[in-house]
């Protein structure tokens, strides 16, 4: 069992083995190795830069920190504003060729470019439809994200989007991939009296990272396969594991107008009049908005938002979660192929992996959340 001094004292991590003949290999990740104590709001991206330091963005909070877990440090980076090192609704941290981040900066409708040193240097304007949903550039500066289907100009059918690559030297957009989006509800073209969530909540969809090879995952809902796209090679499909799933409740219904309003920005609300976080609602608005809101009758087989690219071409597949159930991850490797299950404490989220560990975040019933820091499984 390895061990590491920590803030906090002597913490272990446990990997233990809860293998059963018909089901993938089960790893626990019991206790964190390293903790910090500092609070957050909602955290929305986690980055490890080279140096085993790591840039945390808060959404609420509206800041960017560096993290040293080694010093037990939390140095702001990026502040709220609008100037050339703030942020406004700060998501989405993207890897970036060398060791630069990009900062997806909802509130400014830009791209935020970090260096090393986890300071802001340059913005780019996110003027192509698209562009907030970035996952990774190529080397070339090339630009990786999906077209909404709402600005694509040729839609496509059954709600299916276009995964892009964009060069912003020559404006060049060239299609890769075709992936099932968010579900929208059917009644979606029709004037609304009272304000709905568009999307049907719960229903299954694609979901799709760039490794850190540059390489396109794409994890199907369809039979619930991973399919590996290189540059000049086929596509490599790997096998199903498809799995039944439970029935959405009440309580899950409720949960997904909590997540999307906490997540959803809302114009007006920042004191300028600009983009803003929605205040926490009432349970009469949670319970008056889940019965307009349309959902699907059972879980999809994996989270869409909880697929996380992992050195060595490893991709970390999240389980739809459960209230107080613990938290499970596939592990898959580059040819498709699930290798292992890894097993997480209730309440917590994997943020980001990188080379000095997995990032997780967890949450208390408060609402307020911390950092957490685990040894990687072995490969």
């Not at 913005?123 to 190529?138: C, E, F, Q, V």
């Not at 292992?340 to 990188?354: A, C, K, S």
Request: glycine content about 10%.
């Amino acid at each position: 069992m390895p061990c590491s001094l920590t803030r906090s004292g002597l913490a272990c991590v446990t990997l233990a083995a809860l293998a059963s003949p018909a089901a993938a290999q089960r790893l626990r990740l019991a206790t964190p190795d390293a903790t910090v104590a500092e609070e957050f709001s909602a955290i929305r991206g986690v980055r490890e830069l080279p140096d085993g330091r790591v840039l945390v963005s808060d959404y609420i909070d509206q800041r960017v920190v560096l993290i040293d877990f080694q010093r037990g440090t939390v140095v702001a980076r990026v502040t709220k504003g609008g100037g050339p090192t703030e942020a406004r609704l700060p998501t989405r941290l993207v890897s970036l060729p060398g060791d630069s981040t990009a900062l997806v900066d909802l509130g400014n409708n830009r791209l935020l470019i970090i260096d090393g040193l986890g300071r802001p240097v340059r913005t780019i304007s996110a003027d192509k439809p698209g562009m907030l949903g970035l996952r990774g550039m190529g080397s070339d500066g090339s630009l990786y994200f999906a077209i909404p289907a709402w600005a694509d100009q040729a839609p496509l059918p059954g709600d299916s989007v276009r995964l892009v690559r964009w060069q912003p030297r020559t404006d060049r957009t060239e299609m890769l991939a075709v992936i099932q989006g968010d579900r929208m509800r059917s009644d979606i073209r029709q004037p609304a009296l009272t304000p709905r969530i568009p999307t049907v909540g719960y229903a299954a969809q694609d979901a799709w990272v760039l490794d850190n090879g540059g390489v396109l995952r794409i994890v199907r809902a369809g039979g619930y396969r991973v399919e590996t796209r290189a540059a000049g090679t086929a596509p490599a499909v790997g096998p199903s594991y498809a799995y039944p799933t439970r029935t959405v409740s009440s309580a899950d219904r409720a949960a997904y107008v909590r997540r999307f309003l906490a997540t959803s920005p809302t114009s007006g609300r920042d004191e300028n009049g600009g983009m803003g976080y929605s205040p926490q609602p009432s349970e009469a608005e949670v319970a008056a908005l889940a019965k307009g809101t349309q959902f699907a009758e059972r879980h999809p087989m994996f989270s869409a938002a909880d697929v996380v690219a992992a050195p060595g071409g490893r991709l970390w597949v999240g389980h739809a979660q459960e209230d107080g159930q613990p938290v499970l991850y596939d592990v898959f490797d580059q040819a498709g192929k699930r290798v292992n299950t890894v097993e997480l404490g209730p309440d917590r989220r994997v943020m980001g992996i990188g080379r000095h560990g997995v990032y997780v975040v967890v949450e208390s019933e408060s609402g307020i959340q911390r950092l957490e820091r685990y040894q990687p499984p072995p490969a």
